[in-house]
């Protein structure tokens, strides 16, 4: 059965540094999604990305976030200065439509350590 | 950011029985709803879904039933199986939100033999 990939399984990073979260979603997938969950809190929504473009953003995802798919695989979630509260797992997630009536696919997750 | 509840953490139950996993929400612009199943070190899994106009969506041992007037959904499994064990999210979204799902705290289950 066709999977969403993350690498590395878990990250661990000074406060203060860039981090980049790679995936490689579903290959015939057109959207990409970037979830978190802190430990003890519910999966959070970051941001939606179709068509080279975020689709929708939460207020978490500010400016220290950013998403690329750099090229016809990958995709990648940068932080460009961690913070301790930046702490948490990180899912990938892929859909073949724009709508979540389809489910996603999400993928094992980076455990992001900062400290 | 309450929107979606879980207020049951864990449920406990035997082999052979149902297990019904219960989720309330207070957006009423939700009108997808999705249940989906969580291993330890795994990535959730989408399991069962459920669109506002409809109350009642069935696969296999899952049953998804929807009551919107009392913004309540609940999730059934019969017969419930060892494999079963795992945490469960509900989740509930407005279809033209591009993809952002609301998720509720999740419901530890645990199926004793």
């Known amino acids: 059965e066709p999977e969403v990939t993350q690498t590395p399984s878990h990250q661990v990073t000074q406060m203060g540094q860039e981090v980049i979260l790679r995936c490689v979603p579903i290959s015939n997938h057109l959207y990409f999604y970037w979830y978190r969950q802190i430990l003890g809190q519910k999966v959070e929504f970051l941001v939606s990305f179709y068509n080279n473009e975020i689709s929708e953003k939460s207020e978490i995802f500010d400016d220290q976030f950013s998403v690329e798919r750099p090229d016809g695989s990958n995709f990648t979630l940068k932080i460009r200065s961690t913070k301790l509260e930046d702490s948490a797992m990180y899912f990938c997630a892929s859909s073949e439509q724009g709508t979540t009536n389809y489910g996603y696919t999400f993928g094992s997750g980076t455990r992001l350590t900062v400290v | 950011d309450q929107q979606v509840k879980q207020n049951s953490p864990s449920l406990s139950v035997q082999e052979g029985r149902i297990s019904i996993l219960n989720c309330d929400y207070t957006?009423?612009?939700?009108?997808?709803f999705l249940w989906y199943k969580k291993y330890p070190a795994e990535g959730p899994t989408f399991l069962i879904s459920?669109?506002?106009?409809?109350d009642k969506n069935e696969d296999g041992r899952f049953t998804v039933f929807l009551n919107k007037s009392a913004k309540h959904l609940s999730l059934h499994i019969v017969p419930s199986q060892p494999g079963d064990s795992a945490v469960y999210f509900c989740?509930?979204?407005?279809?033209?939100?591009?993809?952002?799902?609301?998720f509720g705290a999740g419901t530890q289950v645990v199926v004793t033999p």
């Open positions: 459920i669109s506002s106009i409809k």
């Open positions: 957006n009423s612009m939700f009108d997808y």
């Open positions: 989740a509930a979204s407005v279809t033209d939100s591009w993809g952002k799902l609301q």
